[in-house]
């Protein structure tokens, strides 16, 4: 199995679970008004279902698209929190400013990533 869609697969996979561990940092960053609890156990379902999916040959393309979409809905999460950092308690408050505005390039090159990996 190709090294980067393990890894890929890992990553997504602990992310998601992180979200059922620690949800408390995730549901503190989720812009109004969307529902914090609800929004972050979704998201974290959906990480999974996406980690699994890329992993099988059947489901990867599906896999594929499916973490581009959540990639894409999360992103606003990370907008807003660099934007009004001073809004969202505990994790807002602690990072420093521009690590919030320079995690944003992050999410198209996870993109990128979820890209190259799941190619056939």
Known sequence: MDASRTGLAAFF???GAMHFARPRPY???VPPP???RESVAISGVAEIA???AVLHPATRRAGRWWLLALLVAIFPAN???AVSPEKVPGPGAR???WALWARLPLQPLAMLWVW???AD
Do not use: K
């Open 13 to 15: 996979s602990l992310a």
């Open 27 to 29: 549901e503190a960053i």
């Open 34 to 36: 969307f529902p914090p």
């Open 50 to 52: 996406g980690a699994l």
């Open 79 to 81: 907008v807003w929190m």
């Open 95 to 97: 990072i420093p400013r």
């Open 116 to 118: 190259r990996a799941t």
